[in-house]
């Protein structure tokens, strides 16, 4: 009887490991179902200052909106800049900044090394210069996209065409990181023109509709432009999406799941409120999300603007100094060096601010003499 007693208290005790997956009733063995504690479908919910936190690979993005007013003979504000730091000016006086702009809005020659700079504008024009030869003017739904690489120096205005109105500004701009084997590579640019653009209007079913514009990755049958060629965007398996997503108001889509271990970002920067799931994103708010489930956005009472930002994460430490990026002390001492030695190869421009002339449509020259031209 005692050896019965004692097994039965082993085969208790050993059942109690078990965390409660099989239950001992008077009528012998029964499995129960034990459920997994639900992941949250969000990981972090942070407010969005002037530069917004990313995740890898990306760097940061800063979202500039500016209610430029009518512009002068030279393209600047026709208006006094008394009161305004400037070369400095980055506070929101009157609804604009001059940045480091001087006559015009901007940001006169500055170098890069070891990362990329996608350049998203929505309103308004951006003037590009290099220290490779190239220029360029886009904007309104442009996208440029540059890699530094090795080095270069460029200039990024933002001209106040019109004098007869205002001149509304706003942009992205978006520093992704390249891997250690590419941040020496050649400087390039792409020019992703508004036209070459996929977009898709998804109808939900009560009517209500949400535009997707495509900058990198896929969605569906939407393929975004090829990125410059030593992007790490250039790899699919990297799955580096960049989509800018508008919902009418009181409309539902659902975005689809991406691989298990991307990185993902939602930025809502325009509208009152946004749900995700069962939960309420407010205001210029971001969320990271779990990449391996769809997910239901309800957008509120106005229209949502919501940029997604994912990718695979590089792993590999990131030291930054200004406009240099690399992967230790060292390298980023040696940037510093290699641009007093050779500016990156000089600046072929009169000024360190070139803008274009007011007439000029959207064009891109580029330095191996490639040249297009928009409307």
């Keep these: 009887m005692k ?23 008077k009528t012998g063995f029964s499995l129960n179902r034990v459920d997994k504690p639900v992941k949250p479908m969000i990981k972090n919910i942070k407010p969005l200052g002037f530069q917004w936190e990313t995740q890898d690979p990306f760097l940061f993005c800063v979202h500039h909106e500016d209610a430029f007013p009518k512009g002068n003979e030279k393209m600047g504000p026709a208006t006094s800049l008394q009161g305004r730091d400037i070369g400095q000016d980055f506070i929101l006086k009157d609804g604009w900044r001059m940045y480091h702009g001087k006559t015009v809005p901007g940001f006169p020659g500055h170098p890069h090394r070891g990362f990329e700079t996608i350049t998203i ?43 007869d109105k205002d001149n509304p500004l706003e942009l992205f701009q978006i520093w992704l990181n390249l891997p250690r084997k590419n941040k020496l590579v050649e400087p390039h640019f792409s020019m992703l023109w508004n036209e070459s653009l996929p977009k898709k209007t998804f109808i939900d079913v009560n009517g209500g509709k949400t535009r997707v514009e495509v900058v990198s990755g896929k969605l569906k049958n939407l393929q975004a432009p090829a990125p410059p060629p030593n992007s790490w965007a250039a790899d699919p398996n990297n799955e580096v999406s960049i989509w800018n997503i508008r919902m009418e108001a009181n409309s539902t889509w659902t975005l689809p799941k991406a691989k298990s271990g991307i990185n993902r970002t939602l930025y809502f920067y325009q509208g009152k409120e946004l749900q995700i799931d069962d939960k309420k994103l407010p205001h210029y708010h971001s969320a990271e999300i779990e990449p391996d489930v769809d997910l239901v956005l309800k957008s509120g009472s106005d229209e949502s603007y919501i940029l997604l930002l994912q990718g695979k994460p590089m792993n590999e430490p990131v030291v930054q100094h200004g406009p240099f990026v690399m992967n230790n002390r060292q390298e980023i001492q040696q940037a510093f060096k290699d641009y007093q030695d050779t500016q ?31 409307s």
């Design 121 to 163: 504008v929505r309103k308004g024009m951006v003037d590009h210069s290099d220290s490779l030869g190239a220029s360029g003017r886009y904007g309104n739904g442009d996208v440029q996209w540059m890699t530094a690489g090795k080095g270069v120096l460029h200039s990024e205005m933002f001209p106040l065409l019109n004098q």
């Design 3 to 25: 050896k019965a007693t004692d097994r039965r208290g082993f085969i208790q005790k050993a059942l109690a490991l078990t965390s409660g997956a099989i239950v001992l009733s």
């Design 344 to 374: 990156f190869g000089g600046w072929p421009w009169k000024n360190s601010a070139p803008v274009h002339p007011r007439t000029r449509g959207r064009f891109a020259i580029h330095a191996d003499g490639k040249k297009e031209f928009r």
